[in-house]
Each structure stands twice: as structure tokens, then as C-alpha cells.
């Protein structure tokens, strides 16, 4: 299908900047972030595996979003510093595709999840008599399988949808991975059933997610308004503020990009400084914003910390 529709043997991506000083500079931050990312994701990981008093349906989330996070950051971020440093910066169509693919698929999971574990807070919240009830562990599993489900389903259709068009305008890339809007721009084909697709999926899954999520905090924090200890309203606001915050980084950066009529153009370290908002710093504040600020979740890394301690000397 790829070799009968894509006319360029292989893509170029853009690095980080046109000065090699400033590239590697930005890459070397990237890939702190990166390694950050990673650090912190496998914290939670760890803690939420081997303390059994974290086995809930907040922390059962709460890992399966850093495992996922992982991967979201190792798709692009990687390659793009491997690409600066190098100065290789070929990719071939089926790499380009793998890549496309492995981004939307992990995007459309990163919303679903953040939407099921707000679900998760609501119902703690404002229906705490319910809870077991409701986030039973089938339904928890039932509610993963079908993120990855959807997600499957999503990302191989655009995927298919992008490279069954014919690139012959240029190869290189205006971003330094794989995307969508880049690819389309680079197409002489018809590309409006793409976009269409592009603008239903954003306005059926991730505009529908971001109203969920939304009015969930909405009804968790007028709730924690009518609980008359002051100490619990700040911890609850100081909680909701920044998950609502980086859910609409997230999102309202990935749409523009996404959605933005041709008529806005963008320069490329404009376009490639939106996509590091939905690239690389959600995967970067998740493990900050939501557990690592978390008691539980210290206590749950000293007991880890004690035990290798305890291994080592016994050793």
C-alpha cells in the first residue's frame, strides 16, 4: 500500500534549531526532560506495584498511565535528540508510519485515562459510599481494555487514511517526528476526507473527554467548597488546579496544531514549540502533579528503598 501511494523513498525531520549550538543545547534539555520523564514514571510504577495497600482503582490508574507515559515520551523524543546529535535525520516511510501510528495510538489512551482516573476523583468524592461499588476492578479493567481498544481502532485508520495519499511536494518534514498535519501539508493529494476524520475524532474523543473531565473537577470542587475545613478545600484545589491545568495544555495545544484552519500558518520552531506541550510535558509533570506530591506514594518508595537496603546487607 505504501510503495503504490508514496512517491518519496524517505522523509527528512527538522532538528530542534538551525544553529547546531542551540540544537544541542534544546536536545540535551529535551533529553533531561526525557530521562526525567522516565525516572519518574517508573517511581510510581514500583511504589504501585510492591506495596500492596496501594492495590486501588486510583493507583491501578495511576500505573497504568506511567507505563503508558513511557512509551508516549520514547516515541518521538529519542529519535529527535538521536537526530541532533547525529545530524541523521532520515526516517523511512515505514518508520515515519510506525511512528505516526505509536503517537495517536498512545495520545488517544494519555486522554482516555486522564478521563477514567477524573471519573475515579469524582466518584471518591462526592459519592464515597459508592465507590467500591462503581470502580469495582472488572469495571476498571473493562475501562482500560476498551481505552486500548478505541485507541487501536483510532490510530490504524488515520494511519492507513495518511499513507494511502501520495507525497510528492517534498520530503522533509516541517516537526522533528512524524505527524499528521505535517504529512498532509506535504501531500499532492486530496486530503479532505483526512481532515475531516481529524476534526471528528478531535471534536468525538478528546473534545468529549476534556467536557467530562471538566465537569467532573467542577463537581468535586464545589463539593470540597461545602466541607467547612479550610486545610481540605486547599489540599483538594491545590489536587483538581493543575490536573485540569495540564489536561488543557495538552489538549489545546494538540488541536491547534491538529485543527487550525491553512489559512493560520505557523513558523517551524512555532509549530515544534506547540508540540513539546503535547509531546514531551505532560509525560514530564504527570508523576509530579499526580503522585509524586502523594504521601502514599513516598511512604510506599521508603518501604521499597528499606527493603533493597535490607537485601544488600543480608547479602
Not at 505509536?102 to 466518584?123: G, N, P, W
Request: neutral net charge; contains cysteine; aromatic residues 12%.
Amino acid at each position: 500500500m505504501m510503495e503504490n501511494s508514496t512517491l518519496v523513498p524517505e522523509f527528512l525531520l527538522e532538528v530542534f534549531a538551525e544553529t547546531w549550538e542551540l540544537s544541542i543545547l534544546l536536545s540535551v534539555l529535551f533529553l533531561l526532560m526525557y530521562l526525567g520523564s522516565l525516572l519518574g514514571n517508573l517511581i510510581i510504577i514500583i511504589a504501585t506495584t510492591v506495596d500492596q495497600t496501594l492495590n486501588t482503582p486510583m493507583y491501578f490508574f495511576l500505573r497504568n498511565l506511567s507505563i503508558l507515559d513511557m512509551g508516549f515520551v520514547s516515541v518521538t523524543v529519542p529519535g529527535a535528540c538521536i537526530s541532533s546529535f547525529t545530524d541523521h535525520r532520515n526516517i523511512s516511510v515505514v518508520g515515519c508510519a510506525a511512528q505516526v501510528f505509536l503517537f495517536l495510538f498512545c495520545a488517544a489512551v494519555e486522554v482516555q485515562f486522564l478521563t477514567i482516573m477524573a471519573q475515579d476523583r469524582y466518584v471518591a468524592i462526592c459519592k464515597p459510599l459508592l465507590y467500591p461499588v462503581i470502580m469495582n476492578h472488572q469495571f476498571c479493567v473493562q475501562m482500560t481494555l476498551a481505552s486500548l481498544l478505541s485507541s487501536l481502532v483510532l490510530a490504524s485508520v488515520h494511519t492507513f487514511k495518511t499513507f494511502q495519499l501520495s507525497f510528492c511536494h517534498s520530503n522533509v518534514v516541517p516537526q522533528f517526528f512524524c505527524d499528521i498535519p505535517s504529512l498532509l501539508r506535504l501531500s499532492c493529494s486530496d486530503t479532505f476526507n483526512n481532515k475531516l476524520l481529524l476534526f471528528l475524532t478531535a471534536i468525538g474523543l478528546s473534545g468529549s473527554c476534556f467536557t467530562f473531565i471538566v465537569i467532573s473537577y467542577i463537581r468535586i470542587l464545589s463539593a470540597v467548597l461545602k466541607v467547612p475545613v479550610k486545610g481540605e478545600r486547599g489540599k483538594a484545589f491545590s489536587t483538581c488546579v493543575p490536573h485540569i491545568i495540564v489536561v488543557s495544555v495538552f489538549l489545546s495545544s494538540a488541536a491547534y496544531v491538529y485543527l487550525r484552519p491553512p489559512v493560520i500558518t505557523l513558523e517551524v520552531v512555532q509549530e515544534m514549540t506547540l508540540s513539546v506541550f503535547y509531546t514531551i510535558v505532560p509525560p514530564f509533570l504527570n508523576p509530579i502533579i499526580y503522585s509524586l506530591r502523594n504521601k502514599q506514594i513516598k511512604e510506599a518508595m521508603k518501604k521499597v528503598v528499606l527493603r533493597i537496603n535490607f537485601i544488600f546487607e543480608y547479602k
